[in-house]
């Protein structure tokens, strides 16, 4: 199998058995495998919850970059990157590469006029909740961490799936150009729920 690794107009391309090529697409899909693989192995190892917080992060990401960059990948990046990438311009230097915008700075723009997000009941307050518990989870400190279930994890977790789900098909600016990306997106998005909607109906009987 050979594999072509995307680049810019005018450099060269690497093919090779060596290299696995990646898109926005993928990154969300795979995320959102690796969200399904830990919530069903959290009934066994409740540590998988580091992996539900952070897998569910990612997906969050992927598919705001993928709902804001749909026409062009200016709007994900962040303002300072800009900026220093102009000033190279204008003064004839090397240009520096983009950085993507932090993730709640992507959250905010698109609650703006290009995608209208309307945050509905907790959504600003459980998107900010994952980063929040995403970051703790990664750059943790020596120190021990404790997690209780009584934060509504379970609510987290649906709010942010609908938030996908507004963005993935809701929103019109995610064009699906394989139709087999969007249908394994929601499979995925539905087999979510239902571990979701199983798992809460255990914690709330305990």
Sequence with gaps: MEYKLKVAPGEYKITG????????????ITSLEMLVHSLKT???KDTYWQWIY???HSAVQAFMV???SEKGSMPTYSEKSKKKRGKAKVENKDLPGFRLDCFMSL???TKGDSIKFIPSGSQDWSISKLHDRRNDFVHYQNTASIMSLSES???IM???????EFLAFQSNNIIWHDEQYK???EKLLAECRSVIEASDKIVGGR
Excluded: M, N, Q
């Excluded at 058995?17 to 697409?25: A, R």
């Excluded at 649906?158 to 996908?164: A, M």
């Design 107 to 109: 959250y905010d723009k």
């Design 66 to 68: 993928l709902a804001l």
């Design 183 to 185: 249908t394994e997106t």
């Design 153 to 155: 994890p379970f609510a």
């Design 42 to 44: 959290v009934k066994e």
């Design 54 to 56: 952070i897998t569910l």
């Design 158 to 164: 649906t709010d942010c799936l609908d938030y996908i």
């Design 17 to 28: 058995p060596e290299l696995v090529s990646f898109d926005k697409y993928k990154v969300g």
